[in-house]
């Protein structure tokens, strides 16, 4: 027999999965399935178990209360950069492309102030055309931003096509700002108009 209290301030209370609960107890992943269901334990969705295991110290992210005038701004500003240059299609992440390092650094700094996430764990793309000097670019976007390079993916490189207005615009290429967290999407995803 597994005790409930036991089973309760492993499982609930510290997070542990049932994998780590048979290791920590030496006995069958079974045998705490088991003790759950007789001890009335609910089990966490496979979602929520995988969020759990990525952020085992809980959500890398909280959202500032009290916000002051300037931040009241910068959030109705982040959500609405979120609401039309965001990429909501994706369910597992936080994602907005552009060319203008102005618009990238504004919603950085939304992320930053309003959710308190760490600058370090963002993650960005490059997408240029051929005819965009990689090393350039890359650098140019480092600097911008003050990011690292270790923050940026492997660039994607697209076919020149015809010269154009779009092209001038993107000089340095399109970045793509990342962050992981599905549970911040699905935040920022709610507090959009429908």
């Known amino acids: 027999m597994i005790n409930k209290d036991i089973l309760e301030d492993l499982y609930v209370n510290k997070k542990f999965s049932m994998m780590d609960i048979a290791r920590q107890l030496n006995c069958s992943q079974h045998k705490v399935s088991y003790w759950m269901r007789q001890h009335l334990i609910a089990r966490r969705s496979i979602s929520d178990a995988i969020y ?74 490059l997408q240029l055309f051929t005819d965009i000097d990689k090393e350039e670019a890359i650098n140019f976007w480092i600097d911008e931003l003050d990011v690292l390079r270790s923050q940026f993916y492997k660039i994607h490189v697209t076919i020149s096509g015809s010269i154009g207005t779009y092209r001038k615009k993107s000089k340095y290429g399109v970045v793509t700002l990342y962050f992981l967290n599905k549970k911040l999407r699905d935040l920022l995803i709610d507090m959009l108009p429908r």
């Open 52 to 125: 759990q295991k990525h952020n085992p110290k809980g959500d890398p992210f909280i959202l500032k209360k009290n916000l002051s005038k300037d931040e009241a701004e910068l959030l109705g500003m982040g959500l609405g950069l979120y609401w039309g240059e965001g990429t909501k299609a994706n369910r597992h992440s936080v994602r907005l492309g552009n060319t203008d390092p102005a618009l990238i650094k504004t919603f950085i700094k939304f992320l930053v102030e309003i959710y308190s996430i760490d600058k370090a764990k963002l993650r960005f793309g």
